[in-house]
């Protein structure tokens, strides 16, 4: 039998990125800069930080962004889970050629909740992107602080339920305690497939506040812990609505016309993030 004392670091921080009430999460995705720059929504990234924080969960973002946009006194005891994986920009075709370019020990020092890696499963690089997963976990684990593995994809692969669930599952073999991943067709399969491993989707491109409440509701009724949004969220014209639509669906189980009255009433004086 497993030593429970063993994992109480990372039950720990489970249970700071994941609400232990409903098992659920809204994690906001602000890492793009990483490899996209000044994205829109996120030039002024201390403005958009600060106006999206209190209706997050958990931030994901990285090490540049926490140093240089995030007064200590807004962050408050919000989570973060951290970026560690990187080196590329889209400049370059390639986007999988990724390594590990934050240590666990900084990584610690800034007490996140978690740290993220991303993996391209399928692409010239899947080896490198996988032990970077593994050799992430092995030392992650040993001081308690779970991998978040993002299922990133290569321009040319199919986001359905065969790739999607295949890199998945990768990732939950090679131990990562969050998948985030995309939504597909017939998406409960792959929740099933790396249960009880927790499952975030990744928003993707600006869509529409209809479209993108309707990939999360879709996304809960099929098993995932929530989402972890980007661009859905802050490069729409109401952000504030957003964000909290997207709660309403996560934590209060509201279909998505709810959800849209929701965004409606946070219409007026709503200010669109630069
Ligand atoms: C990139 C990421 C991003 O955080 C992810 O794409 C989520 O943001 P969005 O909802 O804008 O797609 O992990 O690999």
């Given at each position: 039998m497993a030593n429970a004392y063993l994992d109480v670091g990372i039950q720990s921080r489970m249970n700071r990125i994941i609400n232990p009430k409903d098992n659920r999460v809204v994690m906001l995705a602000v890492d793009h800069p990483y490899f996209q720059g000044p994205t829109t929504g996120l030039r002024n990234m201390s403005a958009t930080i600060k106006t999206l924080l209190p209706y997050c969960d958990c931030l994901m973002t990285t090490r540049g962004a926490v140093r240089s946009n995030i007064a200590r006194e807004d962050l408050g005891s919000k989570p973060i889970m951290l970026r560690v994986s990187g080196g590329n920009s889209v400049l370059f075709d390639e986007l999988s050629d990724e390594q590990i370019t934050v240590s666990m020990e900084e990584a610690i020092r800034m007490d996140v909740a978690g740290v993220a890696v991303s993996v391209f499963?399928?692409?010239?690089?899947?080896?490198?992107?996988?032990?970077?997963?593994?050799?992430?976990i092995n030392c992650a684990e040993e001081y308690g602080i779970p991998v978040l593995a993002v299922t990133a994809v290569g321009k040319n692969m199919a986001r359905d339920l065969r790739y999607l669930g295949?890199?998945?599952?990768?990732?939950?073999?090679?131990?990562?305690?969050?998948i985030k991943t995309y939504y597909c067709e017939e998406f409960s399969?792959?929740?099933?497939?790396?249960?009880?491993?927790?499952?975030?989707?990744?928003?993707?491109k600006y869509s529409s506040p209809p479209d993108a409440l309707q990939m999360a509701y879709?996304?809960?009724?099929?098993?995932?812990?929530?989402?972890?949004?980007?661009?859905?969220?802050?490069?729409?014209?109401?952000?504030?609505?957003?964000?909290?639509?997207?709660?309403?669906?996560?934590?209060?189980?509201h279909t998505v016309k709810e959800a849209l009255d929701v965004y409606k009433a946070c219409m007026p004086g709503a200010k669109k993030l630069e």
């Open positions: 499963i399928g692409s010239a690089n899947q080896q490198q992107t996988i032990l970077n997963l593994t050799d992430t295949l890199a998945s599952r990768i990732c939950q073999d090679a131990g990562a305690r969050i399969k792959l929740v099933d497939w790396v249960a009880p491993t927790a499952v975030v989707v990744a928003g993707g879709d996304s809960v009724q099929a098993g995932a812990a929530g989402v972890d949004f980007g661009r859905n969220i802050f490069q729409d014209e109401n952000p504030v609505g957003m964000i909290k639509a997207i709660g309403a669906i996560v934590h209060g189980n």
